[in-house]
């Protein structure tokens, strides 16, 4: 009896002992970074949650109403409760690693505190892709590209095994509350990271209008470049030349 | 003719347990095969919400730990505990009954709950919030329940190096499962919060499927080859190296992620000394077979067994690779991955499991083995088919890591799957055609005892109730 007795707390100390080093610990060093709350984040509206507002009036104004914080955080919330429902995180993971030349191929490495917010909560860092990795995602595509992705992804990029996602859309084949959620999730994953996206908007939106000398140059370049090469100059670091070529039907 | 130790054993129990886990096998495979399809660009139910391919793959891993592996194992110590101590466990008529049945509830609750959307992103905690209290009760009962035969004995003489395994896994694994699917879920965000469900996903593996496959194995393999464990001291040597150096390891499921290094070097160190504590079991279990290895060809329960260890072995092997920081750089996230954990929780785990049941089924039903022809057939195309799925998916799991790191484009990666997603489907296909001999043995014993033996039933298992 004693014996067994002493297997038991010995093992019970044991295993404190790993789950202090493995969970605890991390979890006190982190502990110093504070957790957004959902207003915290909705104080940074990504720009293409207003793009959705203008891109789908009818439909955005039905379930949301105006395009405004409170809206965002309602649809944000929705559309990580879908990606969880889902279960998205099976096929994409939402962690860059600073390895595997990861960081040309989807942006910044990851870093702990842009984590420490409730949409991570349960975290969604993920163990498999099957498809790429979505912490960056923010900006890669347009919000016409995700109705139409989600919509029949085989249409978009041919080949793909994602499974399309017929009820994000009504029976007219409007998008619908869940679908307006999630595309404002995708979109809002990783802005946070891409202050330069507004920069070089701003340099485009100047450089759209310079002397007349200058103005002709642009025009003349502008038709056979922009298609392929703005998504490059636009974001410089996430390596769009990379994405899927079929991402451009 | 019932010797004294069957009689405490109360045999509608474990035969309950065990066609449950038959039963929730085969929907493990069912799920995972349709899952399979969606690779394939052949999901036969686009556009259904409810079954949703991600929902189904979930069902699949679910249903592969709760209902397949909680029930056999279960069904196992219902056998083997009392066996290994002459006690009973603590209550058979009303607790054993209301935990089987609750058991199944929370399977299928689980998953439901999955499939109408409830499920939490926790890996192996995908079961819904308002499922999670009635398996943490259930865990609870279990403990009690299972440590009662051990409490009374161990009152009287020292304990098998089975027990304690059992013990452990008991123990353990309430706590891990409140840890791991209250905290990161509703306390604990981000990269912390991943830092728990890794350690909860290694824990559920290696504090619960580990120490009582283990222990059942300490109890099976020295009473099918009737012959003593080769070493107690190496079953000791096993022991106190899984208790120390596995729960240290869960954050090797997030390596290169933000989580702070000092707990990413500790997961990697533990987890390759960890091999040392699993190669003393393997060599204990292979020694205790020396001499005896023609015992093989007799018995299937043993052939599953052991075919299950070198699987053991060989993904114990891996696992030492795959951990390095090095290796993680191309096999992380991959389907190399998916490919390891087939061959443990299935190669090993879930052989054991066929292994154990094909030992009990004859014995619980008072019968023959209804035919030892589809006894082979089931396993060698199981075995074939899981060992093809291994081989397959290791291969395919490399290219992709390749191919993501050459930054090629992202559809390569998914262009240069597909021959080994159909070598999965197909090895898939093998498994399931094994596993259909399986059941329809499986079926014909049971169905034998009520034609012939009917009157020893009632005498055995009236006995254990009563
Ligand atoms: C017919 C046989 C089977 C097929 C076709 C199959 C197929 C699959 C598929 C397609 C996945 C998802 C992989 C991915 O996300 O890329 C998966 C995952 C998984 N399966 Fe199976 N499966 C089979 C049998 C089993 C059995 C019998 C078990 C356990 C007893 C099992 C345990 C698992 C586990 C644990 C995972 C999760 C792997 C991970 O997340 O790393 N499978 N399976």
């Not at chain 1, 295993?15 to 959902?38: D, E, M, N, R």
């Not at chain 1, 920069?199 to 502008?222: D, F, H, M, W, Y």
Request: proline fraction near 5%.
């Amino acid at each position: 009896m004693k014996f067994s007795r002493i297997v038991l707390i010995v093992g019970i100390l044991f295993f404190a002992f790993g789950t202090f080093w493995q969970a605890v610990a991390p979890w006190l060093s982190l502990k110093k970074i504070p957790v957004k709350s959902l207003e915290d984040i909705a104080k940074d509206v990504p720009r293409e949650f207003y793009m959705l507002a203008e891109d789908y009036p009818v439909e955005f104004n039905k379930y949301f109403g105006k395009a405004d914080e409170k809206s965002f955080m309602v649809a944000l919330k929705t559309g990580r409760d879908i990606y969880i429902a889902d279960i998205c995180w099976q096929c994409h993971s939402q962690c860059v690693r600073p390895v595997s030349r990861e960081e040309i191929r989807f942006g910044r490495i990851s870093y702990p505190s842009e984590y420490n917010n409730v949409m991570q909560l349960p975290q969604l860092l993920s163990t498999r892709r099957v498809g790429p990795d979505l912490i960056r995602e923010s900006g890669v595509h347009s919000n016409d590209w995700h109705a139409a992705h989600f919509k029949d992804t085989r249409s978009v990029v041919p080949g793909t095994v994602m499974p399309s996602y017929a009820w994000f859309f009504d029976k007219d084949g409007h998008l619908n509350k869940k679908g307006l959620s999630v595309i404002t999730y995708v979109q809002w994953l990783g802005s946070w990271t891409k202050p330069e996206k507004y920069v070089l908007q701003a340099v485009n939106t100047e450089a759209a209008k310079p002397e007349s000398s200058e103005s002709v140059k642009t025009e003349e370049v502008k038709p056979a470049v922009s298609e392929s090469a703005k998504p490059e100059a636009a974001k410089p670091e996430t390596g769009a030349a990379v994405k899927p070529e079929g991402g451009k039907p | 003719m019932k010797s004294e130790q069957d009689s405490i054993i109360n045999y509608d129990l474990v035969y309950a347990h065990i066609v449950a886990s038959i039963v929730l096998l085969a929907v493990v495979f069912l799920a995972g095969m349709l899952y399979s399809l969606q690779f394939l660009h052949l999901y036969p139910f686009p556009g259904i919400e409810f079954l949703s391919p991600g929902r189904v793959r979930t069902v699949h891993t679910n249903g592969a730990v709760y209902g397949f592996i909680v029930n056999g194992f279960t069904a196992a110590l219902y056998w083997a505990l009392p066996r290994l101590t002459g006690q009973r466990v603590m209550n058979e008529k009303y607790l054993g009954w209301f935990m089987f049945i609750a058991l199944q509830g929370a399977v299928a609750a689980t998953a439901i709950g999955i499939l109408a959307g409830d499920s939490q992103a926790i890996p192996w905690g995908e079961t819904p919030w308002y499922v999670d209290p009635f398996i943490v009760v259930w865990l609870l009962l279990a403990l009690v329940q299972f440590t009662t035969p051990i409490y009374k004995l161990a009152n009287k003489e020292p304990l098998y190096a089975a027990n304690w395994y059992m013990i452990a896994g008991l123990v353990w694994i309430p706590m891990v499962y409140i840890m791991g699917n209250y905290v990161p879920v509703f306390f604990v965000p981000g990269i912390a919060g991943a830092a728990i469900t890794g350690t909860w996903i290694h824990d559920a593996v290696g504090l619960y499927v580990t120490p009582i496959g283990w222990g059942l194995c300490y109890y099976f393999i020295p009473v099918i080859l009737k012959k003593p464990v080769w070493s107690h001291a190496l079953s000791l040597l096993g022991f106190w190296g899984l208790a120390f150096f596995y729960p240290l390891q869960g954050v090797h499921h997030y390596l290169w992620s933000p989580i702070p290094m000092y707990a990413q070097y500790a997961a990697v160190l533990s987890t390759i000394v960890l091999e040392l504590a699993v190669v003393s079991v393997i060599v204990n279990f292979m020694m205790t077979l020396k001499g005896r290895a023609e015992a093989l060809k007799e018995s299937i329960p043993l052939r599953w067994i052991y075919v299950g260890i070198i699987n053991y072995a060989i993904t114990c092997f891996q696992c030492a690779i795959q951990v390095l920081l090095t290796t993680q750089k191309v096999i992380h996230y991959t389907d190399w991955v998916v490919g390891h954990a087939h061959l443990i929780m299935y190669g090993t785990f879930g052989f054991w499991i066929m292994g154990f049941i094909s030992y009990l089924w004859p014995k619980v039903n008072h019968s023959e083995t209804y035919s030892k022809a589809l006894d082979e057939w089931a396993f060698w195309l199981l075995l074939l088919g899981m060992e093809l799925m291994w081989v397959d998916l290791l291969a395919g799991g490399l290219i992709q890591g390749f191919t993501w790191w050459s930054l090629s484009p992202w559809m390569d990666s998914i262009r240069y799957s597909f021959p080994f997603w159909i070598g999965r489907t197909a090895s898939g296909t093998l498994m399931s055609i094994g596993l259909c001999f399986y059941i329809y043995n499986f079926y014909k014993t049971g169905r034998k005892k009520t034609v012939s033996l009917i009157h020893a039933h009632e005498v055995g298992a009236g006995g254990g109730v009563r």
